[in-house]
């Protein structure tokens, strides 16, 4: 405890100089009978498919969650708290005291079920998001140090993956002039898989859920994974929903997409997805949707073929024993 109390007092922790844990008299009531009742949900990205639009939409409707028991703290309040902390926490013992310790430093609110935190940096930078063959190659010890956080909480990941063929140009052009030796350097794509990162994401957290998406499938599925994510009731709709079509559908088609959905609520996901699909096919805007599937030595059919790996490892993905997956 004294040192999840020095690192709290840090310059990026919760408290105040001076401030002793326990300090406030907030009390999460139903958590303090109950500490199993606590819900963590954790969304790791992974880079590139999400861009803080999943924290930005629940961020703006925090009061409303709020009335449902669901605390959506700021990001700047935990990303690197919560970094920092897994790994320097890593060697010493955690507890009930340790969890009541950092969320006490975090949540604002009373009464609070589920909290949720949310980063694509959770499990590596962006810039060592491949090695050793293997996409977060440190997956395992990042899950584990960031279960052992929340001993006492029923902790969930959450992670929409990409298909290699765009993921990884996409990478190498976020991590700059040198990014293509950094992320590639001695790895070949062909042996790239995604099963493989969420079985160790498994062998770190076993006790855990793991929700995974395709992030191909985001627009059908956006407002089953805000959910899935938040926790809230299926009959709340959020505040900006929609806003996450902005820039692929036309201007005219959002309005109309929005005005459909709200004047004919639908009473399942499917008729959801199946509705989201005909404007989409109508109102999208292909060409803003266009990424750049091509790495320097790759051949003319190198983006197919890590595409179609891409697509057997989805199916194997489905099958995997404890991975819930979201399709649509």
């Given at each position: 405890?004294?040192?999840?109390?020095?690192?709290?007092?840090?310059?990026?922790?919760?408290?105040?100089?001076?401030?002793?844990?326990?300090?406030?008299?907030?009390?999460?009531?139903?958590?303090?009978?109950?500490?199993?009742?606590?819900?963590?949900?954790?969304?790791?990205?992974?880079?590139?498919?999400?861009?803080?639009?999943?924290?930005?939409?629940?961020?703006?409707?925090?009061?409303?969650?709020?009335?449902h028991g669901i605390n959506i703290p700021g990001t700047s309040r935990?990303?690197?708290?919560?970094?920092?902390?897994?790994?320097?926490?890593?060697?010493?013992?955690?507890?009930?005291?340790?969890?009541?310790?950092?969320?006490?430093?975090?949540?604002?609110?009373?009464?609070?079920?589920?909290?949720?935190?949310?980063?694509?940096?959770?499990?590596?930078?962006?810039?060592?998001?491949?090695?050793?063959?293997?996409?977060?190659?440190?997956?395992?010890?990042?899950?584990?140090?960031?279960?052992?956080?929340?001993?006492?909480?029923?902790?969930?990941?959450?992670?929409?993956?990409?298909?290699?063929?765009?993921?990884?140009?996409?990478?190498?052009?976020?991590?700059?002039?040198?990014?293509?030796?950094?992320?590639?350097?001695?790895?070949?794509?062909?042996?790239?898989?995604?099963?493989?990162?969420?079985?160790?994401?498994?062998?770190?957290?076993?006790?855990?859920?793991?929700?995974?998406?395709?992030?191909?499938?985001?627009?059908?599925?956006?407002?089953?994974?805000?959910?899935?994510?938040?926790?809230?009731?299926?009959?709340?709709?959020?505040?900006?929903?929609?806003?996450?079509?902005?820039?692929?559908?036309?201007?005219?088609?959002?309005?109309?997409?929005?005005?459909?959905?709200?004047?004919?609520?639908?009473?399942?996901?499917?008729?959801?997805?199946?509705?989201?699909?005909?404007?989409?096919?109508?109102?999208?805007?292909?060409?803003?949707?266009?990424?750049?599937?091509?790495?320097?030595?790759?051949?003319?059919?190198?983006?197919?073929?890590?595409?179609?790996?891409?697509?057997?490892?989805?199916?194997?993905?489905?099958?995997?024993?404890?991975?819930?997956?979201?399709?649509?």
């Open positions: 405890m004294r040192a999840l109390k020095r690192m709290l007092r840090g310059p990026e922790g919760g408290l105040a100089p001076g401030q002793e844990l326990g300090q406030n008299q907030r009390q999460y009531r139903l958590w303090k009978e109950n500490p199993g009742l606590m819900e963590i949900a954790i969304h790791l990205g992974a880079h590139l498919t999400d861009e803080d639009r999943l924290i930005r939409c629940l961020m703006r409707n925090r009061a409303a969650l709020a009335e935990y990303r690197t708290l919560l970094r920092r902390t897994a790994h320097e926490m890593r060697e010493f013992p955690t507890d009930g005291d340790t969890q009541e310790a950092l969320l006490d430093s975090l949540i604002t609110e009373d009464s609070v079920e589920r909290v949720v935190f949310s980063s694509d940096s959770f499990l590596s930078n962006h810039r060592w998001a491949i090695g050793k063959g293997k996409i977060y190659p440190d997956a395992t010890a990042k899950v584990t140090n960031m279960r052992r956080l929340f001993p006492d909480a029923q902790v969930e990941f959450f992670i929409a993956i990409r298909n290699p063929a765009t993921f990884l140009p996409a990478l190498v052009e976020q991590a700059g002039a040198d990014g293509y030796e950094q992320l590639l350097g001695g790895t070949d794509p062909l042996v790239l898989r995604w099963s493989e990162t969420l079985a160790r994401i498994q062998e770190g957290a076993p006790d855990c859920r793991l929700r995974v998406w395709c992030d191909e499938d985001t627009p059908l599925l956006w407002p089953e994974v805000l959910r899935a994510v938040s926790g809230h009731p299926d009959d709340m709709v959020l505040d900006g929903v929609f806003d996450w079509y902005r820039g692929f559908v036309t201007q005219d088609g959002l309005r109309r997409m929005e005005a459909w959905l709200a004047d004919h609520p639908p009473m399942t996901d499917l008729q959801r997805r199946k509705v989201l699909s005909a404007f989409l096919d109508k109102f999208a805007q292909p060409e803003k949707l266009e990424v750049t599937a091509a790495l320097p030595g790759w051949e003319e059919d190198h983006a197919d073929i890590l595409s179609e790996l891409y697509a057997q490892d989805v199916d194997l993905i489905a099958q995997l024993p404890g991975v819930e997956f979201l399709e649509p």
